[in-house]
Structure formats: structure tokens, C-alpha cells
């Protein structure tokens, strides 16, 4: 596609449910992160795949966490039991690996979670 | 440990003035490093970043190994430059994007 898609670009969930969000990167970036972004804590490391594998899982802040990737595109990031603390707005971003285009980000606009 | 820190989370200039937001951070390689951006309602893009050497918006920034600072720089603000800008590393091997980023810095220019 032109851009990162992200899906939903809004949810509002209670405390307890699961939630799944969507990341469908640029095609052919191979790379693939997730961030969140919380008001007054800046942008927070989640989790990278490159192609479907994910080799850094360091950000992911509890076993709640989880995300894969499958074909080496489309990405879902769920969060089981959502507490209250896990509102934000989860960004997913992708890149190309290797050459100029590596480590340069393309963000998606974001699924902005509420947990009541 | 490999941390990026823009100490103000505020900067308010009015419109003609030098703009400068700070960024330091602490990484025991070479590192790289890049500001991004997000206007109001957009998305998050990159500004620049210090390997490109370029002036991009008519904003710089140079990386200072000493004083382990990638400071941002504009001789005149401009209205349209109002936004969050983050200061970024990357802290992975150097050809994945791990980017580590700072809190972020709210850039308001009065007219």
C-alpha cells in the first residue's frame, strides 16, 4: 500500500477484555516495529520483527503482550486482560532493511486504545 | 545503558526568533541518530537524520561526540514549524531500526 495502515484507528474496551491490533506495513519493508506512545512517557519501544521472525521482543512490558507476523507482512499486536494502564496509542512503523532506506520509519497513524 | 534525553518538554518562541531543542543521549557505540516529527493531527515523520548532513525545513542538527548532543537548530522560526519533535538513536546493530526515543519536545512559535 502507499502508507503503514493501522486498524482500528480507535478502540474503547473494558478492563479485562482482549484486544487485537492491526499493522499492515509498506510493501516490501521487511522490517517492522511497534511503539506506544503515552502522554508525558514519550515513545516506548514494543517490539521488532524482521520478515516474520522477531528478534527483538525486549519493550513487550508484560506476558500480556504479544504480537506476530505473518508472511512477512501483516502484523497484530494483542494485549490480553487489558488493564487501565495499557491505554495509549499503539504506532506501528516499518522499514527497509539494509542500504539508505534502513532505520528510516514509516509511522501508521496509530489505534488509540481506551481501557475503562 | 542506551537513553536519549530532551530535557525541555515545552519550548515557546515567538515567530522570527532562533529556535534550538535539545537532545543528549548515552550509547557506547557510533551512533545514529535522527529527529522526528508530528504536526497536529499528522503522523509521526522523519525530519532529518545526522548521517544525511542536510538542512532539511530549514532546520539542522550536528552531532557532537564530546558532549554526546544532536541538537536541533532553526535561525528563524516559522508558525507552521509549531509541533512534538523527538529526538531519536538507533540502539540495535546498524542495520535494524530499534530506535530509542526521547520524551519529546512540544514546539510552540507565537506569531
Aim: glycine share 10%.
Amino acid at each position: 500500500g502507499a502508507g503503514v495502515s493501522q486498524s482500528p484507528s480507535n478502540k474503547v474496551t473494558e478492563k479485562g477484555k482482549d484486544v487485537e491490533l492491526r499493522c499492515d506495513p509498506i510493501s516490501g519493508h521487511t522490517a517492522l516495529y511497534w511503539y506506544r506512545q503515552s502522554l508525558g512517557q514519550g515513545l516506548e519501544f514494543l517490539i521488532y520483527f524482521q520478515g516474520n521472525s522477531a528478534p527483538d521482543k525486549s519493550g513487550l512490558p508484560s506476558d500480556r503482550f504479544s504480537a506476530e507476523r505473518t508472511g512477512g507482512s501483516v502484523s497484530t499486536l494483542t494485549i490480553q486482560r487489558t488493564q487501565q494502564e495499557d491505554s495509549a496509542v499503539y504506532l506501528c512503523a516499518s522499514s527497509l532493511t539494509g542500504g539508505s532506506g534502513a532505520n528510516v520509519l514509516t509511522f501508521g497513524a496509530g489505534s488509540r486504545l481506551t481501557v475503562l | 545503558a542506551q537513553r536519549v534525553t530532551q530535557p525541555e518538554k515545552l519550548l515557546s518562541v515567538f515567530k522570527g526568533a532562533p529556535v534550538e531543542l535539545k537532545c543528549n543521549y548515552s550509547y557506547s557505540g557510533s551512533p545514529e541518530l535522527f529527529w522526528y516529527v508530528q504536526y497536529s493531527r499528522q503522523r509521526l515523520q522523519l525530519l532529518l537524520r545526522h548521517i544525511s548532513r542536510e538542512s532539511i525545513k530549514g532546520f539542522t542538527a550536528d552531532l557532537n561526540k564530546g558532549e554526546t548532543s544532536f541538537h536541533l537548530k532553526k535561525p528563524f522560526a516559522q508558525e507552521e514549524d509549531s509541533a512534538m519533535y523527538y529526538c531519536a538513536l538507533n540502539g540495535g546493530s546498524s542495520n535494524t531500526g530499534k530506535l530509542i526515543f526521547g520524551q519529546g519536545t512540544t514546539l510552540q512559535v507565537k506569531p
